[in-house]
């Protein structure tokens, strides 16, 4: 069953995760500056709970696990900040949705350690050369996915800053350089989804950043 369960959570993932960010293009041009809808941060959790069952159990993917563990925490300040702001939480609520994001996490980070664990085993008794080929390119994944991590932590600063949920101009930018390294790891260990799904969203990047200069006190995130 997990033969043919794991690739279908990890296409859907993918359409979620990456179409997010058409999602998020479709409404940027409508109103004609750079927004985030609420749907964006839903869309980013459960994307990234299924990319993360599926790089781990079915690709054993370092990097594609790692990429999809964590910032499910970030996601779901972002919701609360929206649902606070819409007048929709209550404390009950706050508790029970961060208690699971939590509980989630926990559950992520075990299968991230088993991933990279699995890697280890599967590659020390390979020539020393290919060893480091390999972990070299781990690495520019990590230094990518470092990035991405980097653009919503500093997103995640402004929003509770500011108590609403915002997008700064550096979150596109940090993405365009990330989405690159990330790309180049996936490419080169043959993770095609999750190589194509980056590639597909550097062109909403770009348009973000035309939207942000075009009209920078009308962008945000909404």
């Known amino acids: 069953m997990s033969a043919l369960l794991l690739p279908v959570l990890g296409y859907i993932g993918a359409l979620l995760f990456y179409g997010r960010f058409y999602l998020q293009w479709f409404v940027s041009e409508r109103q004609r500056k750079s927004v985030i809808p609420i749907g964006f941060w839903y869309m980013s959790g459960i994307g990234s709970i299924f990319l993360l069952l599926y790089g781990a159990l079915w690709l054993s993917s370092p990097v594609g696990a790692l990429s999809h563990c964590f910032n499910s925490l970030i996601y779901a300040r972002n919701l609360v900040h929206i649902w606070r702001e819409r007048g929709l939480l209550t404390p009950r609520r706050s508790l029970l949705f961060q208690g699971a994001v939590l509980l989630t996490i926990g559950a992520g980070t075990l299968l991230v350690a088993w991933t990279w664990l699995n890697e280890y085993e599967s590659t020390r008794d390979i020539p020393v050369v290919d060893q480091a080929r390999n972990w070299i390119w781990i690495a520019v994944g990590v230094a990518g996915q470092g990035l991405f991590a980097l653009r919503f932590l500093i997103q995640w600063a402004v929003t509770e800053l500011k108590r609403k949920s915002i997008v700064p101009a550096s979150f596109w930018y940090l993405s365009l350089v990330a989405s690159l390294l990330l790309m180049s790891s996936h490419l080169q260990r043959?993770?095609?989804?999750?190589?194509?799904?980056?590639?597909?969203?550097?062109?909403?990047?770009?348009?973000?950043?035309?939207?942000?200069?075009?009209?920078?006190?009308?962008?945000?995130a909404e």
Not at 196 to 217: C, D, F, M, Q
């Open 190 to 220: 043959l993770e095609w989804l999750y190589a194509t799904g980056i590639a597909s969203t550097i062109v909403v990047y770009l348009r973000n950043i035309y939207w942000i200069h075009k009209a920078p006190e009308r962008s945000s």
